[in-house]
């Protein structure tokens, strides 16, 4: 099993659409949660981290679910410029600054 | 500020070539990483510094790559001999401490794209 496994999607939604991702880790002991953005032909860059007691960055909202070992991110009112792969990252238990990365999931919106 | 700064951008060799690739990572940042991204795959870690000190390197297939990071700045990534299945891009990446979780946060370079022929 992979420590941490996304839907690869791809998800193709209408603008205005609200769309959620999951993303399970194997890890029981993880101790950090990420979501990247990487825009196709870019490299990933830090969306939001994921709390505890979940977080909110604007039309975004991040939970994590330690019980289920999984966090989840949530988009509302999905734009054209959303569009990218969402990838999970776990900060891995006693490996100091190890962070592993999921295979993304890819998010396309439509007009 | 500069962020992390790679090169070259694209390489394209044939097998059993060898290739370097080379990293600035932001001033100040102690941590830095490479990761190998494959088409349609998230990234897989290579190696990690502290400082000057390979603290992670299990990962490394330390029969054709090699890394270096001498004075704890800049690193340098070698594959040889690079084979058809290195084909990927190679990013590097260095970290400071997130304020609220304590947790290593990630600025990436903007990669350097390989191609094995």
Redesign the interface.
Known sequence: RKEVEQDPGPFNVPEGATVAFNCTYSNSASQSFFWYRQDCRKEPKLLMSVYSSGNEDGRFTAQLNRASQYISLLIRDSKLSDSATYLCVVRSAGGGNKLTFGTGTQLKVEL | EAGVVQSPRYKIIEKKQPVAFWCNPISGHN?L?W?RQNL??????LI?Y?NEEA??DSQLPKDRFSAERLKGVDSTLKIQPAELGDSAVY?CAS?SR?T????????????SRLTVL
């Not at chain 2, 349609?40 to 870690?45: A, T």
């Not at chain 2, 609220?100 to 990669?111: D, H, K, Q």
């Open positions: 941590t990483y990761y349609g795959q998230g990234p897989e870690l990690r502290e603290v992670d990013l970290s997130h609220r979780s304590g947790a290593n946060v990630l600025t990436f370079g903007a990669g």
